[in-house]
């Protein structure tokens, strides 16, 4: 560590120089060409309607600070999934809330758990917080509980587990999530990221609301960015231990929501139908696109949300980053995942049917 009189101007904390930023998804097509953008697991339906109205009708008090405590929209959740709304936290996406919860349980020299193609998030939150990432491997692209508690040290403060997880689409079973919480020491926060659970239709899968309720180490994250539609207003929110609740609310910005996010987030978690619209859409063509794509000759790991990983080989002029710079001269933006250790795969969004039919259109065209 450089002492203080050599330093030439201002220098950020240790471990902050350590972080590559995260990349959002591409979202520009070539001139004349339409964009299908598939690379941020955005919803191909929107937003409700009802959110939009509720949205425009905030456009007339913008002068007004807004409800610093979100509670209209922390009762409408409460009221949707049976929840205490003092335990539940908003903040602008469930990102601000996996940092928030970063920052108020890990510290310099503590360690922060995630498993090998695990989020990216959490990887930026553990850095930006001056703690240590520490990764578990996967088996076959799926969380693999033991592997994660093998990695539990005397220093560990935080365990992510996103289930599903992005990209890879897979999850791991409620028995398993709660194999993992049994192994942890109780002072140890296990974080649920859980912002694919409305897509999931699995009888052994839960986002793990339970968990949340009976435990005092476990925080449950979602999203309004996928099912429902509203990535761009930045709309998160957390179910959590009223210990962590109080502590969140300690560090947050005082008016972290904005006042248009909480009423369209309220109107949209009320639009049932909206939403089994969209999971009935995202499953029709998510299977027919895994079928489909793999009878071209490739391989789509089984997913559980509203995105699929496509693997390539690695022989010349059929790798996933050719494969990437041949769609996109189509206006069709998948993402690449080099950066979470897949440099031979690509993640696409379960888009429009025209979008879908001109992905797999497209790949077999890549593949003659
Ligand atoms: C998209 C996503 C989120 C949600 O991010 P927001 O900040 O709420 O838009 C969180 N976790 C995972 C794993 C995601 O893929």
Not at 323 to 329: I, K
Request: glycine fraction near 8%; hydrophobic fraction near 45%; charge should be neutral.
């Amino acid at each position: 560590m450089d002492s203080v009189k050599d330093l030439t101007r201002p220098a950020p904390r240790a471990g902050v120089l350590a972080i590559e930023a995260y990349v959002p998804g591409k979202s520009a097509a070539p001139a004349g060409v339409k964009l299908h953008k598939l690379s941020s697991n955005e919803t191909p339906l929107g937003a409700s309607p009802r959110a939009i109205a509720a949205f425009q009708a905030a456009a007339n008090s913008l002068e007004f600070y807004p409800d610093g405590t979100a509670s209209a929209l922390r009762e409408a959740i409460a009221r949707r999934y049976g929840l205490d709304a003092a335990r539940i936290v908003c903040g602008a996406g469930s990102d601000e809330l996996l940092n928030l919860i970063t920052h108020a349980y890990l510290g310099p020299s503590d360690e922060g758990l995630y498993s090998e193609h695990g989020f990216l998030v959490y990887k930026i939150a553990i850095l930006a917080a001056g703690g240590t990432p520490v990764v578990a491997k996967e088996k076959n692209y799926t969380t693999d509980v033991d592997a994660l508690l093998a990695k539990v040290s005397a220093r560990t403060k935080l365990v992510f587990l996103a289930n599903p997880n992005n990209p890879t689409g897979t999850y791991i079973p409620f028995e398993e999530v709660k194999r993992l919480h049994a192994g942890l020491p109780p002072h140890v926060l296990l974080v649920l990221d859980a912002a694919y659970a409305e897509y999931v239709r699995r009888n052994d899968y839960s986002a793990g609301i339970e968990l949340v309720a009976t435990s005092d180490n476990v925080v449950m994250t979602r999203t309004f960015s996928k099912i429902h539609g509203l990535a761009n207003l930045r709309v998160g929110w957390a179910y959590m231990p009223a210990n962590v609740a109080d502590a969140l609310n300690r560090i947050r910005g005082p008016f972290n929501m904005n006042g248009p996010a909480i009423a369209a987030g309220a109107a949209a978690i009320a639009d049932q139908a909206h939403m089994d619209a969209a999971v009935a859409h995202n499953e029709h063509w998510r299977d027919w696109l895994s079928a489909e794509i793999g009878k071209l000759g490739l391989s789509v790991t089984p997913s559980v949300g509203n995105f699929i990983l496509i693997h390539f080989p690695k022989e010349a002029g059929r790798t996933a980053r050719e494969a990437d710079a041949f769609l996109s001269a189509r206006g069709l933006i998948l993402r690449a995942v080099a950066g979470y250790g897949l440099p031979d795969a690509l993640r696409m969004t379960v888009g429009s049917e025209e979008a879908n039919r001109l992905v797999v259109q497209a790949l077999r065209d890549f593949l003659k």
